[in-house]
């Protein structure tokens, strides 16, 4: 459903984009944890030079909140750094009119949550319930931290701030995340 693609966490949501790719047949790399330069998944669709990128894709797990045209046009100062032609920008959210107007000429296919809802629904069933299982396994909606990949805990805020993700390895890693309130969850806000 659009409500679980909204719930799974930060780094759950990327490896689900780059299974789907897996599973569509397209030989697909995450990238590592930490700075990824803009980049979640690299495509890889040429057979003649197989260990070049032909397109890239930037994920984003923002719950349900709009994507603007700021992070459109960074993924595009991406793709020009890269020498990469094409692009897909991925969200479980939705898109302003803006990014989506500037995505167009730019080579960026934008998809969001309910057009990756219908992609995941057209696989066949035996691929559909595999990437169900995958996206649900664990804990998938507590986010992973960006710095190490241990699991965060949530921290309530004192003295009337807000709560936070903090790493589940503190204090050897100080990784934090802000938390936004969700309607029957509590996510993380990681950009």
Known sequence: SLEL????????????????????GIR???TPLGPDGGIDIRLFQDD?????ATAIVQCKAWGNSF?????????LGVMVHEKIGKAFFMTSGSYSDEAKAFAVPN???LIDGRMLLAMFNRLPDVQCLALLDFATA??????????CGT?????????????FWGCGSY????????ARQGANTVVANYE
């Open 171 to 178: 204090p050897k890693c100080r990784q934090k995340l802000g």
């Open 5 to 24: 693609i909204q719930a799974i966490e930060w780094k759950r949501f990327e490896d689900v984009c780059q299974k789907f790719y897996e599973l569509k």
């Open 107 to 109: 080579r960026i296919t």
């Open 48 to 52: 003649n030079q197989p260990q070049i």
């Open 138 to 147: 664990g804990a998938y909606h507590i986010p992973t931290c960006p710095s």
């Open 67 to 75: 994507v603007g045209v700021k992070p459109i046009r960074e993924l």
């Open 151 to 163: 699991r965060m805990r949530l921290i309530p805020g004192k003295a009337g701030r807000r709560d």
């Open 28 to 30: 697909s790399e995450c």
